[in-house]
């Protein structure tokens, strides 16, 4: 499981580079504490692009590695 510990972020991204650290501060922790596939944890380019197939598959193995 995913520990609560706060994850220092942008609120209100506005540049590209903003968006990406966020994404890299979430897929790091997912990357050390989870079974999805690395397809989804090492691609921030194609999230912060708006790759459906990346974000719909990233939130399907989420889903299916955390369920409530």
Do not use: C, F
């Not at 890299?24 to 692009?49: C, D, G, H, M, W």
Request: avoid cysteine; glycine fraction near 2%.
């Amino acid at each position: 499981h995913l520990e609560k510990q706060p994850i220092p972020y942008v609120k209100e991204p506005k540049t590209i580079a903003e968006a990406r650290d966020n994404n890299e501060r979430a897929l790091s922790i997912l990357r050390s504490k989870s079974n999805i596939p690395a397809v989804y944890l090492y691609n921030v380019e194609k999230i912060v692009a708006g790759s459906h197939d990346m974000i719909w598959g990233l939130i399907y193995h989420m889903t299916k590695s955390y369920p409530k």
